[in-house]
């Protein structure tokens, strides 16, 4: 990567990171940061010295704050719940990386997954991370053979790459680490390290859970299956 480069992507990557208090910022308030942050590296890139970078620099500025804009309007950045069938297949097969999370109302261990997917979306902006009650898609249960929840599955360019089926790799404990399944969403490639902004996954911290992830008593509450 050239010096010209690298200096486009280090302000790029401003752009998309994610809000501490982004929770409780309201949409204008959002657009608004938006606009400041564009409008602070507008003006770095049209003071720098070099003519090369002030002219390329604003080019690819105004393409990735078109692409944050449509990412944003999409939902990236954010665990949103998506109700019609149509959106979610949409979503599925357009977005370079998305992560589905199949869900019932009445099960804890649904809710369990929820929490740490909203930890996890904000710090992976690229990645799209949705939740769908599965009652609201039935086509897509039936299609992609979904019969035991809570089921995670992850999208790269529309094709189904990996999924996690109730707590059984992630060491069949309500009590698992966000880290644990933060690791598994690196490993499946639908999630990248180096756009994350958040505190890294400590990869070290718990190697005997991922040696042994099967091997772990599983606890009272198993896994919804949907056929019962």
């Excluded at 620099?57 to 069938?85: A, F, N, V």
Aim: hydrophobic residues 35%.
């Amino acid at each position: 990567m050239s010096e010209q480069q690298a200096k486009i992507a280090s302000l790029m990557s401003r752009m998309n990171e994610p809000s501490t208090s982004s929770s409780a910022h309201s949409s204008s308030d959002n657009t608004q940061d938006d606009e400041d942050i564009f409008a602070e590296l507008e003006a770095e890139i049209e003071n720098d010295s070099s003519a090369a970078f002030r002219e390329h620099g604003m080019e690819q500025l105004k393409r990735e704050m078109e692409d944050l804009q449509r990412k944003k309007s999409d939902g990236h950045g954010q665990y949103r719940e998506i109700t019609d069938e149509k959106e979610v297949m949409r979503l599925s097969a357009k977005e370079p990386r998305c992560v589905i999370h199949f869900f019932h109302h009445k099960f804890k261990r649904c809710e369990i997954m929820d929490r740490h997917l909203a930890r996890i979306a904000p710090k992976y902006f690229n990645t799209l991370f949705i939740r769908v009650f599965v009652e609201n898609v039935p086509w897509l249960v039936e299609r992609l053979g979904i019969q035991v929840l809570p089921c995670v599955m992850t999208f790269i360019n529309g094709v189904s790459k990996d999924r996690i089926v109730g707590f059984e790799d992630l060491g069949n404990t309500d009590q698992f680490d966000t880290a644990t399944l933060e690791w598994k969403l690196l490993n499946s490639g639908v999630v990248q390290k180096d756009e994350s902004f958040g505190p890294t996954v400590t990869y070290g911290a718990k190697p005997n859970l991922r040696k042994n992830v099967r091997g772990r008593p599983q606890d009272d509450d198993s896994d919804f299956d949907l056929d019962e």
